[in-house]
């Protein structure tokens, strides 16, 4: 019950500041952000790709509601992408953006986060990586995939996420199953009414494996994105029946979250792709992960009643 509180706590300007402001949160956010700047950003990306990891990077930030705030985000991207091309990472992280951080929320919102994405995904490609689209909730998702028909014209190489908790996915994922395509299918993280989603956690699981089974079908590159041990399972039998060989497809779970999975994964000899989130504006991802499992809840709370 409290997963529903959370996630639209996470859209609360007011609780934002009360969370940010507790003097316990840092340490308890530290768990899942890799940091405030660039340089620690880097630093985790050094880290992973030394232990045979793979990355996608998030300049954290959503629901921008001014222009230039699109702008310095934009920004933030194309530093990350120098960055990356300048240590010679390019090849092993890639970058995942969120729309809403790019003006998708803007009056002409879908022009606006074109116009805002085109440069990252042109940098991208010329620093020899790829960027993803991060899905946000339900009503982003016709503007999102618009974008994305938009950049893959020019750039065939940019991945999208579709969430298993939408009704429309399946649909979506035999659109996107076809060559060239890079799809991160994950379940949702966002609070999503009965009219357009499935509220019951195993019905969400049941289309997570029929979406999966769409993909691991098709002629693209799905993307993994789960920490559940039975669609990590699933889909190295899915691999296994449609022929699929490890660089086919990947596996791709979130910085702090089941480490020790990941580098089994990879040891294995399995592309692992890790999500790590860096920045300032860390509260609505933090909300989202406290949300997802009532365990990290009480850690938090616990680390406040010890203070
Ligand atoms: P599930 O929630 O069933 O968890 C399975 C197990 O994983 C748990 O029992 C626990 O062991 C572990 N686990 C899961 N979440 C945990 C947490 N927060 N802390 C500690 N352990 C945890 N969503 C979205 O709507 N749009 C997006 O663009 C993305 N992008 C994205 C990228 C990547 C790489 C990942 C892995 C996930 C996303 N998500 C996302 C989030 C996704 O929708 C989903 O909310 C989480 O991955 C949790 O779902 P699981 O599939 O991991 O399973």
């Known amino acids: 019950m409290l997963g529903p509180v959370l996630l639209a706590a996470a859209r609360s300007d007011g609780i ?3 969370v940010a402001a507790a003097p316990v949160t840092r340490p308890v956010v530290d768990r899942y952000i890799a940091g405030e700047g660039l340089g620690d950003a880097m630093s985790a990306v050094r880290a992973l790709t030394g232990r045979g990891l793979d990355v996608t ?3 954290l930030g959503e629901d921008i509601t001014d222009p230039a705030e699109a702008r310095r985000n934009r920004d ?6 120098d960055a990356l091309a300048a240590e010679g990472l390019a090849e092993r992280a ?4 969120k729309l809403s951080a790019f003006g998708q929320a803007l009056p002409g919102g879908h022009d606006v986060a074109l116009a805002n994405v085109t440069p990252v995904v042109e940098a991208a490609a010329a620093a020899g990586t790829t960027v993803t689209l991060d899905m946000e909730d339900h009503t982003t998702a016709d503007s999102t995939l618009a974008v994305l028909a938009e950049l893959r014209r020019s750039h065939p190489q940019t ?13 979506d994922c035999r659109a996107l199953a076809g060559e060239g395509s890079r799809v991160r299918l994950v379940k949702g993280a966002y ?3 009965a009219s357009v989603a499935f509220q019951d956690k195993h ?4 289309a997570y494996v029929r979406c999966l089974g769409i993909l691991m079908a098709g002629r693209g590159h799905p993307m993994i994105g789960s920490h559940d041990p039975r669609m990590v399972a699933i889909a190295q039998e899915l691999a296994r029946r449609t022929g699929r060989k490890p660089g086919d497809y990947e596996f791709q779970m979130l910085y702090g979250i089941r480490e020790a999975e990941q580098r089994r994964l990879a040891d294995e000899g399995h592309r692992m792709r890790v999500y790590v989130p860096y920045g300032t504006d860390w509260y609505g991802y933090f909300m989202r992960r406290l949300a997802e499992r009532p365990a990290n809840l009480a850690f938090f709370l616990r680390s406040l009643a010890t203070r």
């Open 16 to 18: 934002r500041r009360l």
């Open 57 to 59: 990077l998030d300049h």
């Open 76 to 81: 933030a991207y194309l530093a990350l992408c």
């Open 94 to 97: 890639e970058m995942s953006v």
């Open 159 to 171: 991945g999208a996420v579709l969430q298993s908790y939408l009704f429309r996915t399946e649909d």
């Open 191 to 193: 609070k999503e009414p």
């Open 203 to 206: 019905e969400v699981d049941r």
